[in-house]
Protein backbone atom coordinates (compact mmCIF):
# COMPACT_ATOMS: atom_id res chain seq x y z
CA UNK A 1 0.00 0.00 0.00
CA UNK A 2 1.51 3.35 -1.12
CA UNK A 3 1.11 6.58 0.62
CA UNK A 4 -0.75 9.35 0.14
CA UNK A 5 1.77 12.22 -1.09
CA UNK A 6 0.70 15.98 -0.25
CA UNK A 7 2.44 17.35 -3.42
CA UNK A 8 0.66 18.45 -6.59
CA UNK A 9 1.34 16.46 -9.78
CA UNK A 10 3.23 19.78 -11.63
CA UNK A 11 5.50 20.06 -8.29
CA UNK A 12 6.24 16.01 -8.73
CA UNK A 13 6.98 16.19 -12.38
CA UNK A 14 9.22 19.53 -11.98
CA UNK A 15 11.12 18.11 -9.11
CA UNK A 16 11.66 14.79 -11.21
CA UNK A 17 13.06 16.79 -13.99
CA UNK A 18 15.42 18.85 -11.76
CA UNK A 19 16.86 15.39 -10.71
CA UNK A 20 17.05 14.07 -13.96
CA UNK A 21 18.66 17.10 -15.14
CA UNK A 22 21.26 16.90 -11.98
CA UNK A 23 22.02 13.63 -12.03
CA UNK A 24 21.43 12.03 -15.57
CA UNK A 25 24.02 14.33 -17.92
CA UNK A 26 24.45 11.08 -20.51
CA UNK A 27 21.23 9.57 -21.20
CA UNK A 28 23.62 6.27 -22.60
CA UNK A 29 26.24 5.85 -19.82
CA UNK A 30 24.20 7.22 -17.15
CA UNK A 31 21.30 4.77 -18.00
CA UNK A 32 23.12 1.59 -18.10
CA UNK A 33 23.79 0.81 -21.89
CA UNK A 34 27.69 0.07 -21.24
CA UNK A 35 27.16 -1.55 -17.44
CA UNK A 36 26.53 -4.96 -16.22
CA UNK A 37 22.84 -4.85 -14.18
CA UNK A 38 20.82 -7.07 -12.72
CA UNK A 39 17.31 -7.84 -13.29
CA UNK A 40 15.96 -8.00 -10.27
CA UNK A 41 14.93 -4.98 -8.07
CA UNK A 42 17.28 -3.56 -6.12
CA UNK A 43 16.54 -1.81 -2.89
CA UNK A 44 17.89 1.69 -3.10
CA UNK A 45 16.59 2.64 0.58
CA UNK A 46 18.88 4.22 2.75
CA UNK A 47 19.21 3.23 6.38
CA UNK A 48 21.03 6.30 7.72
CA UNK A 49 18.70 8.15 5.93
CA UNK A 50 15.67 6.54 7.86
CA UNK A 51 17.59 6.44 11.30
CA UNK A 52 18.39 10.17 10.95
CA UNK A 53 14.50 10.95 9.84
CA UNK A 54 13.78 8.85 13.19
CA UNK A 55 15.78 10.64 15.49
CA UNK A 56 14.38 13.46 14.04
CA UNK A 57 10.88 12.74 14.22
CA UNK A 58 11.26 12.30 18.14
CA UNK A 59 13.30 14.68 18.34
CA UNK A 60 11.16 17.68 16.81
CA UNK A 61 8.28 17.44 19.82
CA UNK A 62 11.30 17.86 22.30
CA UNK A 63 12.61 20.72 20.35
CA UNK A 64 9.53 22.79 19.84
CA UNK A 65 8.42 22.59 23.31
CA UNK A 66 11.74 23.75 24.88
CA UNK A 67 11.44 26.82 21.93
CA UNK A 68 7.92 27.67 23.17
CA UNK A 69 9.25 27.85 26.77
CA UNK A 70 12.51 29.85 25.75
CA UNK A 71 10.43 32.07 23.55
CA UNK A 72 7.87 32.85 26.39
CA UNK A 73 10.66 33.59 28.81
CA UNK A 74 12.45 36.37 26.82
CA UNK A 75 9.62 37.56 24.36
CA UNK A 76 9.01 40.61 26.08
CA UNK A 77 12.84 41.55 26.23
CA UNK A 78 13.33 41.38 22.72
CA UNK A 79 12.52 44.66 20.56
CA UNK A 80 9.15 44.89 18.49
CA UNK A 81 10.39 43.56 15.17
CA UNK A 82 12.61 40.43 16.95
CA UNK A 83 9.89 39.21 18.13
CA UNK A 84 7.63 39.11 15.07
CA UNK A 85 11.18 37.55 13.37
CA UNK A 86 11.18 35.01 16.14
CA UNK A 87 7.40 34.02 16.08
CA UNK A 88 7.43 33.78 12.30
CA UNK A 89 10.71 31.47 12.13
CA UNK A 90 9.09 29.07 14.38
CA UNK A 91 6.02 28.79 12.86
CA UNK A 92 7.63 28.36 9.39
CA UNK A 93 10.53 25.92 10.82
CA UNK A 94 7.13 23.78 13.16
CA UNK A 95 4.87 23.75 9.51
CA UNK A 96 7.79 23.30 6.81
CA UNK A 97 9.06 20.20 9.46
CA UNK A 98 6.03 18.35 9.21
CA UNK A 99 6.39 18.02 5.60
CA UNK A 100 9.67 17.48 5.28
CA UNK A 101 9.85 14.75 7.76
CA UNK A 102 6.29 13.47 5.88
CA UNK A 103 8.27 13.68 2.44
CA UNK A 104 11.15 12.09 3.52
CA UNK A 105 9.61 9.15 4.95
CA UNK A 106 8.34 8.75 1.75
CA UNK A 107 11.08 9.11 -0.37
CA UNK A 108 12.84 6.97 1.25
CA UNK A 109 10.87 4.12 2.09
CA UNK A 110 8.73 3.98 -1.07
CA UNK A 111 12.12 5.21 -3.21
CA UNK A 112 9.95 8.62 -4.44
CA UNK A 113 12.40 10.64 -6.61
CA UNK A 114 9.75 13.80 -6.64
CA UNK A 115 9.09 13.31 -3.01
CA UNK A 116 13.22 12.68 -1.54
CA UNK A 117 14.08 15.99 -3.66
CA UNK A 118 11.12 18.55 -2.14
CA UNK A 119 12.64 16.87 1.22
CA UNK A 120 16.26 18.14 -0.12
CA UNK A 121 15.33 21.24 -1.32
CA UNK A 122 13.18 21.99 2.26
CA UNK A 123 15.90 21.20 4.14
CA UNK A 124 18.57 23.25 2.08
CA UNK A 125 16.31 26.15 1.49
CA UNK A 126 14.31 26.82 4.29
CA UNK A 127 14.97 24.86 7.28
CA UNK A 128 19.00 25.15 7.76
CA UNK A 129 18.63 28.75 6.99
CA UNK A 130 15.95 29.21 9.91
CA UNK A 131 18.40 27.08 12.43
CA UNK A 132 21.12 28.77 11.58
CA UNK A 133 19.50 32.37 12.30
CA UNK A 134 17.86 30.76 15.39
CA UNK A 135 21.32 29.92 16.59
CA UNK A 136 23.89 32.19 15.22
CA UNK A 137 21.66 35.77 15.88
CA UNK A 138 22.65 36.99 19.40
CA UNK A 139 20.27 39.95 19.88
CA UNK A 140 17.53 37.50 19.57
CA UNK A 141 18.94 36.80 23.20
CA UNK A 142 20.32 32.96 22.68
CA UNK A 143 19.80 30.97 25.74
CA UNK A 144 21.60 28.04 26.77
CA UNK A 145 18.77 25.51 25.99
CA UNK A 146 18.17 26.77 22.63
CA UNK A 147 22.17 26.45 21.63
CA UNK A 148 22.00 22.64 22.55
CA UNK A 149 18.88 22.28 20.74
CA UNK A 150 19.38 23.75 18.21
CA UNK A 151 22.86 22.42 17.65
CA UNK A 152 21.46 19.00 17.91
CA UNK A 153 18.66 20.34 15.32
CA UNK A 154 21.66 21.31 12.75
CA UNK A 155 23.52 18.21 13.27
CA UNK A 156 20.83 16.32 12.15
CA UNK A 157 20.14 18.85 9.08
CA UNK A 158 23.33 18.09 7.80
CA UNK A 159 24.07 14.48 8.01
CA UNK A 160 20.35 14.57 6.62
CA UNK A 161 21.27 16.85 3.65
CA UNK A 162 24.60 14.56 3.14
CA UNK A 163 22.97 11.09 3.03
CA UNK A 164 19.65 12.59 1.30
CA UNK A 165 22.01 14.04 -1.65
CA UNK A 166 23.74 10.51 -1.94
CA UNK A 167 20.60 8.28 -2.04
CA UNK A 168 18.57 10.62 -4.71
CA UNK A 169 21.65 10.83 -6.97
CA UNK A 170 21.90 6.94 -6.49
CA UNK A 171 17.76 6.52 -6.84
CA UNK A 172 17.42 8.85 -9.84
CA UNK A 173 20.12 6.74 -11.87
CA UNK A 174 18.56 3.53 -10.60
CA UNK A 175 14.99 4.33 -11.41
CA UNK A 176 16.45 5.80 -14.96
CA UNK A 177 18.53 2.69 -15.85
CA UNK A 178 15.93 0.67 -15.44
CA UNK A 179 13.62 2.48 -17.32
CA UNK A 180 16.17 2.53 -19.92
CA UNK A 181 16.74 -0.80 -20.05
CA UNK A 182 12.48 -1.84 -20.23
CA UNK A 183 12.43 0.42 -23.46
CA UNK A 184 15.84 -0.95 -25.14
CA UNK A 185 14.29 -4.44 -24.54
CA UNK A 186 10.92 -3.23 -26.16
CA UNK A 187 12.54 -1.73 -28.94
CA UNK A 188 14.70 -4.02 -29.67
CA UNK A 189 12.01 -7.05 -29.42
CA UNK A 190 9.84 -5.29 -32.28
CA UNK A 191 10.56 -6.11 -36.30
CA UNK A 192 12.34 -3.63 -37.24
CA UNK A 193 12.45 -3.32 -41.00
CA UNK A 194 15.97 -4.70 -42.66
CA UNK A 195 16.78 -1.65 -44.16
CA UNK A 196 16.98 0.23 -40.86
CA UNK A 197 20.39 0.70 -39.31
CA UNK A 198 21.64 0.89 -36.29
CA UNK A 199 21.97 4.51 -36.10
CA UNK A 200 18.46 4.68 -36.78
CA UNK A 201 17.91 2.46 -34.18
CA UNK A 202 20.18 4.33 -31.75
CA UNK A 203 18.61 7.47 -32.57
CA UNK A 204 15.01 6.15 -31.32
CA UNK A 205 15.98 5.01 -28.17
CA UNK A 206 17.26 8.15 -27.68
CA UNK A 207 14.26 10.13 -28.50
CA UNK A 208 12.04 7.76 -26.44
CA UNK A 209 14.18 8.23 -23.23
CA UNK A 210 14.57 11.66 -23.59
CA UNK A 211 10.66 11.96 -23.99
CA UNK A 212 9.61 9.51 -20.92
CA UNK A 213 12.42 9.42 -18.54
CA UNK A 214 10.88 12.24 -16.60
CA UNK A 215 7.88 10.18 -15.99
CA UNK A 216 9.66 7.00 -15.29
CA UNK A 217 10.80 8.93 -12.18
CA UNK A 218 7.71 10.06 -10.54
CA UNK A 219 6.73 6.13 -10.19
Known sequence: MSLHTPLPGNVRQ????ISGSLFIQNKTTDCGEHRPYHTGHEVMSSVPLQMALYFNVFFFPFWFISEIIMLELKYFLLPGYYQFLLVTAVTII???EILRLYLGYIGNLHEKVPELAGFLLLTFLIQMPLFLFLLTD???LILPLEVAV???YVFLLNMELLV???VLKIMTRQLATQFYLHQTDELENK???A???QVTLQRCKRSTIELQERDA???
Not at 14 to 17: E, I, M, R, Y
Request: aromatic share 12%; charged share 10%; glycine share 4%.
Open 150 to 152: HAI
Open 94 to 96: TVI
Open 217 to 219: LLY
Open 164 to 166: SFF
Open 195 to 197: KCS
Open 191 to 193: NVP
Open 14 to 17: GLAS
Open 138 to 140: EKI
